[in-house]
């Protein structure tokens, strides 16, 4: 089974040498020639463009930044029409619920099936193929993939129609994005009484606040280390794309967090730990 990838980012790139080690032939396009270049090095063949991946791809996947890449990417004639015969595509990004079943709809007519599989797990579980992967679409795609998503993570979930990956994805994301904004608040009180966050830290990991979340980011508070990791700007994302699926609904805590991130958004291509800096320059500025 051929492979096609595009969108070789922080998720992208480990996802493809997990994909290659489990011996699949794999082709890869960015916009970024040099991301290309850093996995044809590790044994990928590059592609000049998606036109020239597709015909070469029995499945296509994208993990790409926001709905209007997945589609400008996805919904191209020519690219479409270029695949071969019985090709799936499976979209990995965390997009809209509404944009990927507008894409399945779309590929209709080409006789392409299209499956709807967001991850969890971030840079570290894409690295060590532990992801947690929210499959939704027609139960013959989601086999013919499975092989595949078990190059790629641990915990395979089969969500039902295709859309339902993305609105559960997103729902994952809305818990996690609310609990980085408390849990920088805990670290802002720890550090302004001095408390030891080394003691702090494994006392939390043995009791009920302990969460995955927590495990990944507090460390990170503490050292300062923001740089890689999940894009403030993407989980703010995410986190809208939640919202706008309890529309309707009071969601007081969710819209909150998404503000207090706007505010914070001079930030937004380090980690999601750098909430801890949301009100830095507001006590500088207070002496």
């Given at each position: 089974m051929r492979i096609g990838f595009i969108g070789l980012g922080a998720m992208g790139f480990p996802m493809v040498k997990n994909l290659l080690a489990?011996?699949?032939?794999?082709?890869?396009?960015?916009i970024s020639p040099a991301a290309v270049d850093r996995l044809t090095a590790e044994g990928a063949q590059g592609a000049a463009s998606t036109l020239a991946l597709a015909p070469v791809s029995d499945v296509v996947i994208t993990m790409l930044p926001a709905d209007k890449h997945v589609k400008s990417?996805?919904?191209d004639p020519a690219f479409a029409a270029a695949l071969p015969k019985g090709a799936t595509v499976v979209d990995m990004s965390s997009c809209t619920t509404a944009a990927i079943q507008e894409v399945e709809a779309w590929y209709a007519p080409y006789g392409v099936d299209v499956v709807d599989a967001p991850v969890s797990g971030g840079v570290e579980g894409a690295a060590a193929h532990t992801l947690s992967i929210f499959a939704a679409g027609k139960p013959e795609a989601l086999a013919r993939v499975h092989p595949?998503?078990?190059a790629l993570g641990r915990d395979i979930f089969d969500l039902g129609k295709c859309g339902m990956g993305k609105a559960f994805k997103n729902l994952n994301n809305m818990i996690t994005t609310c609990t980085v904004m408390v849990i920088s608040e805990v670290y802002r009180i720890a550090k302004k009484q001095g408390y030891d966050t080394d003691k702090l830290y494994d006392m939390i990991m043995a009791s009920t606040g302990m969460s995955r979340t927590f495990q990944a980011r507090f460390p990170r508070m503490v050292n300062g280390s923001y740089q890689g990791g999940f894009k403030q700007s993407l989980g703010r994302k995410d986190l809208g794309n939640a919202i706008a699926l309890g529309e309707g609904e009071p969601l007081p805590v969710a819209k909150l967090v998404h503000e207090l991130m706007l505010a914070n958004r001079a930030y937004d291509d380090c980690d999601m730990a750098v909430a801890a800096r949301l009100f830095e320059e507001k006590e500088a500025s207070h002496g």
């Open positions: 489990a011996g699949y032939p794999v082709t890869v396009y960015d990417v996805l919904m595949v998503f078990q």
